[in-house]
């Protein structure tokens, strides 16, 4: 068995210091992302100047709203997971009121779930330097405090997840069904917030296992841990049932929930993601990008080992025209769907030659370079600024200490975990695997959107903080050794 963390006193003024210092840096970068945002979030991308509302808002938001109105949350392309905090809201709020305390109330949650992540470093590490260096390097990033201005699920989720892993932690301490009950609950609100991190329960129940041992209890403890998933997953899969008549688990198919999924969008995309290209149309540069979104006389961004028999530099040239031409809404409908099939077909077709040609390159490079890209990313996004060409220099300091703060958090991440491998530290590299088994998953996919990786991200930065805090400990006992040697 192995002891995942053990409990550690704190004293309380230690803590709420800290807690005043957290809420001073969230209500700050809150400002500051309001203040210095991009001229290009209009009235109608923003609500009442605080609130950040993309397309994909609507997505959330109108089927609560319908909720409240008509009683039926309409759709199968977002699970409920915002509802247990915006109803309440919206019962007592007019709607842009409701929309503008989302924001209050996801800065809320992420001041206190920092302040938990410190705990927890604390509890893992057995140290107060990791939870001072958690704190510091929680309240001078930007990766997870950005996504408090915007009216998606993702803040929320980030913050749930924390207070779940924390209880999870108060379970390896004391082994109380209260705390693993916590645990299960918050998971499932996280997996209803976003679906991807399902993932994570049997991830848990496997350190359960590691925890304990196997045996009838552990088992009983997975059991509490997974119940309200598996309610919550199965009452929504009754009501899709009830109400549309189709067995849908987690969400409708994205050609269903995103209209500009369409077939031929989907087989060429199918395609970018086998050869390992980015599928991020808005990723300027990227493949799906140059083909979806990028005038004709852009550079193509493949290389000559991205080819194949069946599929060359002119026939993707072709490839991309042709789909232009279908979107121009100038074709007959019978012309239309004679070139949406073509284009379905060539886009299979090449998948399939390139998977053929490239196994390796498929199965296992491809995979890795999602990984790279994901984990060491060439740019930053939704942070909401300007081109570069436009920003102040307020908006370059913090848009370069962004770009700068991942691939070094990442790459001492991986260090960390190498590190505590050789020397057999496994109480750490444990609780690395769960942040990393995201990452993996979403490579495994080929989904490298940044959103992705923040839910992993304060996990990172707390395992960071704890590697550092245990260097700069041996360091100081090593001299402390050697003071005491020449003495």
């Not at 409708?252 to 969008?265: R, Y």
């Not at 074709?331 to 030659?353: H, K, N, P, T, W």
């Not at 490079?365 to 990984?371: P, S, Y």
């Not at 962004?402 to 750490?428: D, G, N, Q």
């Amino acid at each position: 068995m192995v002891t995942l963390c053990r409990a550690f006193p704190i004293q309380k003024q230690v803590l709420y210091r800290w807690l005043l210092a957290i809420a001073s840096a969230k209500v700050i970068w809150l400002v500051l992302f309001i203040a210095l945002r991009s001229n290009a979030w209009t009235e109608h991308a923003t609500v009442g100047h605080i609130a950040l509302q993309p397309n994909e808002s609507f997505g959330y938001y109108r089927p609560m709203e319908s909720w409240i109105h008509d009683g039926l949350y309409q759709g199968m392309c977002h699970l409920p997971g915002l509802m247990p905090f915006y109803v309440p809201l919206r019962l007592v709020l007019p709607e842009t009121m409701a929309l503008q305390a989302m924001i209050v109330l996801q800065v809320i949650f992420d001041i206190f779930a920092t302040w938990t992540l410190g705990m927890l470093a604390a509890r893992i590490f057995q140290s107060i330097r990791a939870l001072h260096l958690t704190y510091l390097l929680a309240c001078l990033s930007t990766f997870t405090a950005v996504r408090n201005n915007y009216l998606l699920s993702d803040s929320l989720c980030i913050s749930i997840t924390i207070f779940s892993l924390f209880s999870f932690s108060s379970f390896a301490i004391d082994r109380s069904y209260r705390h693993i009950l916590l645990t299960g609950v918050g998971l499932c609100l996280a997996i209803l917030l976003r679906p991807a991190m399902l993932v994570v329960v049997p991830g848990v129940a496997f350190l359960i296992l590691l925890v304990n041992g196997l045996s009838l209890r552990s088992l009983r403890y997975a059991a509490v841990l997974v119940l309200p998933t598996i309610l919550a997953l199965s009452a929504w899969t009754l009501r899709n049932k009830l109400t549309y008549g189709r067995t849908v688990v987690l969400l409708a198919p994205l050609g269903e929930c995103q209209p500009q999924i369409t077939p031929d969008f989907a087989a060429i995309r199918e395609w970018i993601l086998a050869s390992g290209g980015d599928y991020q149309p808005w990723a300027v540069g990227g493949e799906s990008h140059w083909f979806f979104d990028s005038p004709k006389e852009l550079p193509m961004p493949f290389e000559a080992d991205d080819f194949t028999p069946g599929c060359d530099a002119a026939m993707l040239l072709s490839l991309k025209n042709d789909y232009h031409q279908l979107h121009t809404g100038t074709l007959s409908e019978s012309d239309s769907l004679a070139l949406e099939q073509s284009i379905v077909e060539r886009g299979e077709r090449i998948r399939s030659s390139y998977i053929t040609a490239h196994p390796f390159r498929y199965h296992v490079l491809n995979k890795i370079k999602f990984a790279r890209m994901i984990l060491f990313p060439s740019r930053i996004d939704d942070l909401p600024f300007p081109a570069l060409h436009e920003m102040n220099i307020a908006q370059k300091i913090i848009k370069a200490g962004s770009l700068l703060a991942l691939p070094v958090l990442s790459a001492l991440s991986l260090i960390a975990l190498a590190f505590w491998t050789i020397r057999r530290k496994w109480e750490f590299a444990i609780w690395m695997c769960l942040p990393l088994g995201l990452v993996l998953v979403h490579s495994y996919i080929g989904f490298v959107e940044q959103r992705y990786l923040a839910t992993s991200y304060p996990f990172f930065l707390l395992l960071c903080a704890g590697f550092i805090a245990a260097g700069i400990d041996r360091f100081k006992a090593s001299r402390q050794k050697q003071a005491e040697s020449l003495a």
